[in-house]
């Protein structure tokens, strides 16, 4: 199996898991954890897990001239994404949650072009452009109306934007460095910027984690351990490979993945009941959205088989 398959299988367990997340997490707050302590919890766990496996396995120091787009990378990725994802989550549904993100590709695109020069082939976009008419169509049909939130929405927006930064400027580290230590060092500054934000120690010293339910520790673990350090991991590792572009096209996937596990997860009572939103209508965006995230991610292939000819 070759490094690009990998890269690909990669980036859809990545979007798989946090498909699960948006189901999962909104469960958790804010009856049990305010979005700040959620998101200071899922930033020490992945900070300390990430710095952990790279004592182990990789013995690599970065330059210093690299540490502000590292800082900056922190910034994007972790503190702004993580803030205005939860805050938003916790006011809007699971379902628009997951389709909001599908603005990512686009904003990635349009960075890569200005900021890494890279080009914008026909057929990237037209697999954009297919699995962004799916996700559009699909936002028209996808809510019931309920749990629905402007400001939620924005944030999720915010949120989205933010990631498409953060894609672009990780890159060029991804060319110099492991991919666990770029996102070990992302982490730590990523860290360092949620404790400087004043709410979050105050809400955390408020917080009675006795009163949590083993079953949203579970979640919590889950979101931690696969949702933060998994996916990241995943990402940076598949950025290896792949271009901006095509990791975040893979984003297409979350509203068809935010469904399927709400189907899933409310079937084992993990979750609410969204099964009564799924209509074939839906089924056949969800087949537009596949189409045009194959489109798009073949690219990467077709490009690397003619440079070997």
């Known amino acids: 199996m070759s490094n690009l398959v990998r890269a690909n299988i990669a980036l859809f367990l990545v979007n798989a898991l946090y498909g699960a997340n948006h189901v999962v997490a909104k469960g958790v707050m804010p009856t049990y954890l305010t979005p700040n302590v959620f998101i200071f919890l899922r930033a020490v766990g992945a900070t300390v897990l990430f710095w952990l496996v790279k004592f182990l396995f990789v013995k690599e120091k970065v330059k210093r001239k690299d540490l502000l787009l590292l800082a900056a990378c922190g910034l994007f990725g972790v503190t702004v994404n993580q803030l205005f994802f939860f805050h938003g ?48 169509l699909l936002t028209l049909t996808a809510g019931t109306g309920q749990g629905d939130s402007s400001l939620g929405d924005l944030f999720i927006f915010i949120n989205a934007a933010s990631y498409a930064v953060y894609l672009v400027l990780v890159k060029p580290l991804m060319k ?31 917080t009675d984690f006795s009163a949590i339910p083993m079953d949203k520790v579970y979640v919590i673990i889950f979101v931690i351990v696969g949702v933060t350090f998994l996916t990241y991991l995943l990402t940076v590792y598949g950025l290896k490979y792949v271009s901006p572009a095509v990791s975040s096209a893979y984003i297409y996937l979350q509203p068809v993945l935010v469904m399927f596990f709400a189907v899933v997860l409310s079937a084992i009572g993990l979750a609410d009941d969204y099964t009564n939103t799924i209509t074939w209508e839906k089924i056949g965006y969800m087949f537009l959205i596949f189409v045009g995230v194959y489109i798009t991610s073949s690219s990467s292939f077709l490009k690397k088989k003619k440079s070997r000819i």
């Open 89 to 136: 989550l916790s006011l809007t549904s699971s379902i628009n949650s997951g389709i909001i993100m599908t603005v990512n590709p686009i904003l990635v695109v349009i960075l890569s072009y200005f900021i890494l020069k890279e080009s914008i082939t026909w057929r990237k976009s037209v697999g954009i452009a297919l699995g962004a008419t799916g996700a559009i």
């Open 176 to 206: 110099k460095y492991a991919p666990l230590t770029v996102i070990t060092y992302v982490f730590s500054f990523g860290l360092t910027y949620i404790m400087l934000y004043p709410p979050t120690l105050m809400e955390l010293a408020s």
